[in-house]
Every structure is written in C-alpha cells, then in structure tokens.
C-alpha cells in the first residue's frame, strides 16, 4: 500500500503543549495497522474516541490522546473529515468542480 498524505491541516485554534505551539498538523496513513483497535464506522461517522486512538498514530506534529479530546470541535472535524478520506477508494472519490448556475 502507498502512503497517503494530507496537505497541511491548518488549526483554527491552535494547540498549545508547554513552549510548543501547534497550528498545523499533516496527516499519514501507510496501512490499515494505524486503525486498528477501532471499528471503521466508527471513524467515518467522525467518533470522538475512534479518532483519539487513531490520530496520534498518524499526524505529524505527533498528537497525544489528550490533545484530541481538548481540541477545538471545528479542528477535530477538519482532521477526522481528511482520515474519512483516507479510506474512500479513488474509484469512488468523485471530481468535483463547482461552477455558478447559468439558469
């Protein structure tokens, strides 16, 4: 399987971790191993604790469990929307191209 990396998430409100401030946080998914312990829909229906468990094991700036569960909803949504993604197969993933309405 081919890694599969998000584009700089940026945090509405940042997380603060002593001196560290993190405002923008890559995600990576190399296999199914990083899911394991949690059940799929669990993930796609954006679970609280689904994501606590998975997003440590794949973001960059390493997040503990315990910034994910004190993160910003708004932020927890962005990143748990990316790792949904994550698991779309391509040939399901739809090109969309929004364009005004002529009519």
């Given at each position: 399987?081919?890694?599969?990396?998000?584009?700089?998430?940026?945090?509405?409100?940042?997380?603060?971790?002593?001196?560290?401030?993190?405002?923008?946080?890559?995600?990576?998914?190399?296999?199914?191993?990083?899911?394991?312990?949690?059940?799929?829909?669990?993930?796609?229906?954006?679970?609280?604790?689904?994501?606590?468990?998975?997003?440590?094991?794949?973001?960059?700036?390493?997040?503990?469990?315990?910034?994910?569960?004190?993160?910003?909803?708004?932020?927890?949504?962005?990143?748990?929307?990316?790792?949904?993604?994550?698991?779309?197969?391509?040939?399901?993933k739809v090109d969309v191209c929004?364009?005004?309405?002529?009519?």
């Open positions: 399987m081919s890694l599969k990396r998000s584009d700089a998430i940026l945090l509405d409100t940042p997380i603060k971790r002593g001196e560290q401030t993190i405002s923008s946080i890559t995600l990576a998914l190399s296999g199914s191993g990083a899911l394991r312990g949690v059940t799929l829909t669990d993930v796609l229906q954006l679970d609280v604790i689904a994501l606590s468990k998975v997003l440590p094991r794949i973001s960059d700036p390493m997040l503990t469990e315990q910034d994910v569960l004190r993160m910003d909803p708004a932020d927890l949504v962005k990143l748990g929307t990316e790792l949904a993604g994550f698991l779309v197969p391509n040939s399901s929004l364009k005004p309405s002529t009519t």
